[in-house]
């Protein structure tokens, strides 16, 4: 069955179209960094309105690259929350009215069950169960994986997500939005040992997270280094080299934990902030510390994009889960 995806959850328009049979055929992503930068964050109505015209010309776009028309879809997939309600307005209508058109079912799929289910698009496909930690801009969860639709919550940030944490920071230091990949580019050429920011909540039990004290000693460190309020290039460099190591420990520290906890020791990463390098290799060490291993979706498919819904609509349309014509998104939604 050829399923095609839609992501409109935020700022990236992400097209996909995936076979049942032969895998991902064709994807693309535009993103609208260009259209927010200059508010130094998203603007929903503007995502909105970027969405409804980038949506048509890029499933005209991966349709013609994968070779095939509309009438060879056997579903359509949207992102239905959570998100922003305007920008998943958008592709849940589009996606659903084409369906209807067309006379084939439409899904609508959780934004965070897609990016769970990301690592299963590539080659080296992980056997479940597996332990996930997700980590984007809205969310930081670790997630005992049984099979499809089968998720236990083991831990989650009870504040601020990792991606937001790197944003936040970020631009606390000047950096461009979106500052994740900003601050991780500077992080690269800085000295992690030069001040010791925390690792919060690494020296109780539990598997929840908390990123908003390393925003705050993030400010301090900022406050205590600039001169007549500007940061010298190095102190950025080191400021943000420490800041990126900490996150990474902290995750590591936890998903190390999940997995002693649960026995289980294949690893998925999943979200924007999977892409990172440093979180990347830590995690491999860590999961060959406990003879397991790791498994991420190349760094294309870690951030929004259409594929990972495509993938996660094929799975819940085959399971016989159709969604209603009248469309609904939930802007809030537990997975
Ligand atoms: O999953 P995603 O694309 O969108 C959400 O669903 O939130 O994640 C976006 C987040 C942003 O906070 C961004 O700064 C972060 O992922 N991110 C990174 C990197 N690439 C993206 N954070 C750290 N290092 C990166 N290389
Ligand atoms: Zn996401």
């Known amino acids: 069955m050829l399923v095609l995806g839609l992501e409109t959850s935020c700022d990236e328009t992400g097209v996909a179209l995936y076979d049942t049979e032969r895998g991902l055929l064709a994807h693309r992503v535009y993103s609208q960094i260009a259209v927010h930068a200059e508010y130094g964050g998203v603007v929903p109505e503007l995502a909105s309105r970027d969405h409804v015209r980038k949506g048509l010309p890029l499933i005209r776009e991966v349709m013609e ?11 359509i997939a949207y992102t239905s929350g959570p998100g922003l309600v305007g920008a998943l307005l958008v592709g849940a209508c589009l996606g659903r009215s084409l369906a209807w058109s067309l006379g084939i079912p439409a899904v609508g799929v959780h934004h965070m069950e897609g990016h769970l289910l990301a690592p299963m698009l590539e080659d080296d496909v992980p056997e479940f169960p597996f332990i996930a930690l997700l980590v984007s801009g809205g ?167 259409g594929a990972m819904i495509a993938y996660a609509g094929a799975q819940r349309l085959n399971a016989g889960e159709v969604s209603d014509i009248a469309v609904s998104c939930v802007p809030r939604w537990p997975m």
């Open 139 to 305: 969310h930081t969860q670790l997630v005992k994986v049984e099979g499809i639709g089968e998720y236990e919550l083991l831990g989650e940030s009870l504040d601020d997500a990792a991606g937001e944490a790197f944003d936040k920071a970020a631009k606390m230091m000047g950096l461009p939005y979106p500052g994740g990949p900003a601050l991780s580019k500077l992080a690269d050429e800085g000295d992690a040992g030069r001040f010791s920011f925390p690792r919060p909540m690494t020296d109780r039990p539990g598997l929840d997270f908390s990123f908003s004290g390393l925003k705050t000693f993030t400010r301090t460190t900022i406050l205590n280094c600039a001169v007549d309020g500007v940061l010298a290039e190095q102190d950025k460099k080191d400021i943000a080299a420490g800041f990126q190591t900490a996150v990474v420990d902290t995750l590591a520290i936890k998903c190390k934990r999940a997995m002693k906890q649960t026995g289980v020791n294949r690893l998925i990463i999943a979200g924007g902030v999977g892409a990172n390098r440093m979180l990347r290799e830590q995690l491999k060490v860590t999961a060959e510390q406990l003879k397991g291993r790791v498994y991420y979706p190349r760094p294309a498919l870690c951030t929004d994009n």
């Open 65 to 75: 690259e994968a070779g095939h028309t509309l009438q060879d879809l056997g579903g």
